[in-house]
């Protein structure tokens, strides 16, 4: 419910962790520079993994591409485990912040313009104002405990508390899952390094992973994603990772990825609602209430994104050419969908000759 307390505390947890999680990102950073070792897969979007890949040289063909889904994740997470690796994390967090000594350290969280800034800090008690708070760790491990314990389902006269997973729908959801496959993630890559296995540890360079979506690419040991943590794999037994890839290509984060013959990587863009048996209503008519401007600036968004994943300019103007069609569809003009194509390639430092051959070639696909 929305004036549920529980949903307040949730939105803290989110910004909390999520503070967490930039931290041990900035540790991976530095981990990276010293070993070469990555151990943080979380990404938060499709660039980080389309801008990677531009920039990637295969040093051999046929490498492999191989993407995995947990599509049970959120409803078979054990409590007490999900409660005891989380705290672990905020703990490393922690340990990476203040160096060797962690005393007093926590998060000071600000709220202002309806949303939460949260910061590291080190302070000898903790404190709390109208406006900013200070949690410490063992605050923020109460709170996780307190969240993950005090899921509530309502059905008529029934109230029933969820005791195994939890809500995908609360805030801090997706956050908690996030860290808590972090936690097992990590703790692979160090008991690689520990057994002297450089080599295997180095080999997940390319593993990404955006909640409960995965990809592993040029990695030939990809069977550790799916080997249970109990048997010396990657994730809980409970959680059953499947395989989803299909010959020769994974769909990733709204990407098509792909082998070239020259063992080059293509990427195109992949909308999965396509894949579905009705018709997706899912970009705004002129006729309704918004302003026309920004329903044009969706398409230029658009262009953004098709921009960075694909690695063909056939697919960029292919990409472009579908979505303003079916843009026209709903009454967009033709001239406006031209006019906003021009701009973005002449604002991405496209040369007159390009951006008129461009162009050209975008306005022959057009309905």
């Not at 307040?8 to 931290?23: E, G, I, M, P, T």
């Not at 921009?307 to 079916?326: G, P, Q």
């Not at 969908?337 to 461009?358: A, M, Y």
């Amino acid at each position: 419910s929305f004036h549920c307390s529980t949903s307040d505390a949730s939105l803290l947890l989110h910004h909390l962790l999520s503070c967490v999680k930039l931290q041990l990102r900035k540790k991976d950073d530095l981990r990276i520079t010293a070993t070469g070792i990555r151990r943080f897969f979380i990404i938060d979007s499709f660039q980080e993994v389309a801008c990677f890949l531009q920039s990637w040289i295969r040093k051999r063909k046929n490498q492999s591409l191989d993407a995995l889904d947990f599509s049970t994740m959120f409803t078979s997470i054990p409590h007490e485990d999900l409660i005891t690796r989380l705290g672990c994390t905020v703990d490393e967090a922690a340990a990476h912040f203040s160096g060797s000594d962690s005393n007093g350290v926590g998060i000071e969280a600000t709220f202002g313009r309806g949303t939460w800034c949260c910061t590291w800090v080190k302070r000898r008690r903790e404190t709390h104002k109208p406006k900013v708070h200070f949690f410490s760790v063992a605050t923020i491990k109460a709170l996780i405990r307190f969240i993950v314990e005090n899921s509530y389902v309502a059905n008529g006269g029934d109230i029933m508390r969820q005791t195994l997973g939890i809500p995908m729908g609360t805030n801090s959801a997706p956050t908690m899952c996030n860290l808590y496959l972090y936690y097992y993630e990590s703790a692979f890559i160090d008991k690689l390094i520990n057994e002297g296995k450089v080599a295997i540890a180095r080999a997940f360079h390319l593993y990404f992973r955006y909640i409960d979506d995965g990809a592993n690419i040029d990695n030939p040991y990809n069977a550790f994603l799916l080997l249970p943590y109990e048997e010396g794999g990657v994730y809980p037994r409970a959680l059953s990772p499947k395989d989803t890839s299909v010959a020769g290509s994974i769909t990733f984060v709204g990407m098509r990825i792909s082998n070239n013959l020259d063992g080059s990587i293509h990427m195109t863009v992949y909308d999965k609602r396509k894949d579905f048996p009705f018709k997706v209503r899912n970009y705004p008519y002129l006729e309704s209430n918004i302003p026309s401007v920004i329903c044009y600036n969706t398409f230029l968004s658009r262009l953004h994104a098709f921009k960075c994943i694909c690695s063909v300019e056939d697919d960029f103007i292919e990409c472009s050419a579908e979505l303003a069609n079916m843009l026209r569809e709903r009454n967009y003009t033709r001239s406006r969908l031209v006019n906003r194509f021009r701009t973005f390639l002449t604002t991405n430092n496209h040369n007159h000759t390009t951006v008129h051959t461009l162009v050209q070639r975008f306005k022959d696909r057009l309905n």
